[in-house]
């Protein structure tokens, strides 16, 4: 008989309990939730949100949403958005670059991400046309107003003047780009002025040229399960050490120090590369390139290496490591496949000091350590050079001597 | 089924879950013995350095005969009097108790109720756009406050103080702090929200958002190297040999998925659109999980660069 009530207890009582539970747990999220119905959030106007900042001197002449999709599975919300806003220079000042922020769940890997468009030219009262195309998948029903905040995070203006929040990080990137934007035009006018139109419009073949025949590389990043598995092993199968190679610049702020990573064949995992402040200021950013050589010698661009997370500044004399915990493939694609890591070495790709100020190599420090074949060319550098393909010198000629 | 383990758990479930195929509360019941059981750790590492082996496996010979050799087995097995009979059936399939029937069928009742709350899209018609009354022009001619237009500067305006470049303070013309710039709208409760996205998390990992759809598609072959057929990754898992997925070249990723969804680059849950137009796209992974592509617009020649942060 205690058996029976026992099963009675436990077969359907329980379950039943659990049931109403559920649909009590379900109305209450429900309830509490400022969604709405689902078809309210897939109206992209209700769904992404955009913003200037009130100190950026844009100001938001059109948007135009309506190619952006919004679909709901569930509790998933997957935005395919396609954003065109046209903003106008309300400064006095051209307008060198801008960043977006587009942030659809904070605390999800890929719920945020920035959109920058460096090298504009934009002189006051023009406007200009700003895209965000972006695929976002995020959890639904949002506790926020809008499921996608598009926000304009920066702006560059001539004489490296940003205004915004930066919390992007966008200061230092758009000063970055635009410093490699004059050290790039400087470069080629000084040809122009030098050797006229012939040495220019060789310049221009010759970094054509370059991009096309530049080693390329595919790195993925491998799937991480779990960070309690995915903690570095010292002794794994075939794995070997590999020291990490350093391109020295003279007037780098920053020296590496020493380097290493383990690689099997074409699989690189936990590099390493820690570097010492050599400058007489304390460093608040920095960013390293990678490359990997294979048996023939010949160099690719790996990936980028930005300053390890967490740290504040780098003082000088001082030294910081950068880690990575992720396991690395690199792959040539197509028939070539699979890289034979043989060598590896590392460069600093631009430094942030704590005044703001940036340091970026010069034209010579790429050229002197052959990285200029490797490494790929500035963004003001691809935009003459898709110039002078496309309309010839004299294009390049006169939008050189817009600056 | 116990909630936590007693013992240690199977090596098979290890196998699985070093994969990444076990189901959310197998996943959570070996995640919390894991957390105090480092035989277990050691073990379930040691499968995830395993998948190389995938690739040995992937590339046997294609001309083994497995028809041949699966009929060759049932065959010797007959001969050997083993044939599947009831009683083996009954020891996979056991009767099911009261409460089990109970609460498999609370179960759907659940499952149920959670539809009707939160129901799918009726189909691809049901995608709204902004019609052209919601997408008016709206002009928001600003003044500079104070009537000021940016002045030269020098140099870089510099900050006063540097936390981290998830910084909300706006950078003053003269170097200082501006005032605070409203952040996006913050979420109503941030528990809720982390709970939510850990939500997010685990159904990324859990591919209801197409990921189970992007596996399939992503072990396709790669650079013309063959890749272990379905019947290869179900013998590899049956022998306890964690199949791990391939990475896949974002190229191939953009060439093999096209405008899908669930398109995840690099694991990340944020990706951009695959060119249809020419334009050209150049993928920087970054050490520390994130993504940058360039990508040039074929049109116009303007160079747009998109980070994706991994956190």
């Known amino acids: 008989m205690r058996n029976k009530a026992t099963s009675v207890l436990l077969g359907f009582a329980l379950p039943a309990a659990f049931a109403v539970y559920s649909l009590t747990m379900c109305c209450a999220v429900q309830a509490q939730s400022v969604s709405g119905p689902a078809t309210l959030w ?55 670059g801008v960043v977006m922020g587009v942030v ?17 030219n934009i002189a006051p009262d023009d406007t200009t046309e700003l895209n965000v195309e972006l695929k976002l998948v995020r959890p639904f029903p949002p506790n926020t107003d809008h499921a996608v905040n598009v926000d304009i995070d920066g702006a560059l203006f001539t004489s490296m003047v940003f205004r915004g929040p930066n919390e992007f990080d966008s200061r230092r990137k758009l000063v970055v780009w635009e410093m490699e934007a004059e050290r790039d035009r400087r470069h080629f006018k000084s040809l122009l ?12 073949q010759a970094s054509v040229q370059r991009q096309q025949q530049r080693p390329r590389l595919r790195a993925e990043l491998e799937q991480q399960l779990r960070k309690l598995i995915t903690t570095p092993r010292p002794l794994v199968r075939r794995e070997r050490r590999i020291q990490v190679s350093r391109h020295h610049f003279p007037e780098s702020p920053l020296e590496i120090v020493s380097g290493s990573a383990l690689v099997e064949g074409s699989r690189v995992r936990t590099p390493k590369i820690t570097v010492k402040n050599r400058s007489q200021k304390p460093v608040r950013w920095y960013e390293l390139g990678w490359l990997v050589s294979d048996g023939d010698g010949v160099r690719y661009t790996a990936g980028l290496m930005p300053a390890p997370k967490g740290w504040s500044r780098l003082a000088p004399g001082a030294e910081a490591s950068t880690q990575s915990n992720h396991s690395f493939v690199l792959n040539r694609g197509g028939a070539a ?67 | 089924m116990r909630l936590f383990y007693v013992g240690h758990p199977r090596e098979t479930d290890l196998a699985l879950f070093a994969g990444g195929e076990l189901g959310p509360l197998s996943r959570w019941r070996i995640e919390k013995h894991l957390q105090s059981c480092e035989p277990c750790r050691t073990a379930v590492a040691d499968f995830f350095h395993l998948q190389g082996d995938l690739e040995e496996l992937s590339e046997l010979p294609s001309s083994v005969d497995w028809a041949g050799m699966s009929l060759r087995i049932r065959k010797a097995v007959a001969e050997a009097g083993e044939t599947q009979s009831d009683p083996v059936r009954g020891r996979f399939f056991p009767k099911p108790s009261a409460w089990q029937l109970g609460l498999a069928t609370a179960a759907i009742i659940c499952g149920f109720i959670v539809v009707r709350q939160f129901p799918l899209p009726e189909a691809e018609d049901a995608v709204i756009t902004a019609t052209d009354e919601q997408n008016a022009v709206s002009r928001e001619a600003r003044t500079l406050e104070g009537g000021g237009a940016l002045a030269p500067g020098g140099s870089a305006a510099p900050s006063e103080s540097f936390s981290k470049p998830s910084s909300r303070d706006a950078v003053s013309e003269t170097g200082g702090r501006a005032a605070n710039i409203p952040a996006p709208s913050a979420p109503t409760g941030p528990l809720g929200a982390q709970r939510k996205d850990a939500a997010m998390n685990l159904a990324l990992d859990r591919g209801v958002t197409g990921r189970g759809i992007l596996r399939e598609e992503l072990d396709q072959p790669i650079g013309g190297k063959k890749k272990a057929s379905a019947d290869e990754l179900r013998r590899a898992k049956a022998s306890s040999v964690p199949v791990e997925r391939q990475p896949v070249s974002q190229e191939e990723q953009f060439a093999s998925l096209g405008a899908s969804f669930s398109m995840q680059i690099a694991g990340v849950g944020a990706s951009i659109a695959p060119p249809t137009d020419g334009s050209e796209i150049v993928v920087d992974v970054k050490t520390d999980g994130g993504v940058r592509f360039r990508r040039v617009d074929a049109a116009t020649g303007r160079i747009t660069i998109t980070d994706v942060y991994a956190q």
């Open chain 1, 193 to 204: 002025a030098s050797g006229g139109r012939e040495q220019l419009a060789t310049a221009m």
């Open chain 1, 337 to 403: 496949g699979g890289l034979s890591i043989d060598r590896m070495s590392g460069y600093v790709r631009n430094v942030e000091f704590e005044d703001g100020i940036v340091w970026i190599p010069t034209r010579n420090d790429l050229e002197a350590s052959s990285l200029d074949r490797a490494t790929p060319v500035s963004v003001e550098e691809q935009r003459l050079s898709r110039l002078y393909g496309s309309q010839g010198v004299e294009a390049v000629i006169s939008e050189l001597a817009q600056f």
């Open chain 1, 104 to 120: 659809s769940a904070e605390h999800s890997p890929g719920g945020t991400a920035s959109v920058a468009l460096p090298s504009l």
């Open chain 1, 42 to 96: 897939q109206d992209p106007a209700q769904a992404v949100h955009v913003a200037i900042a009130p100190d950026i001197p844009l100001s938001l002449v059109s948007k135009d949403l309506s190619s952006t999709r919004v679909q709901i599975m569930g509790a998933i919300m997957m935005v395919d958005l396609k954003c065109r806003l046209e903003v106008r220079n309300e400064s006095t000042s051209f307008l060198r």
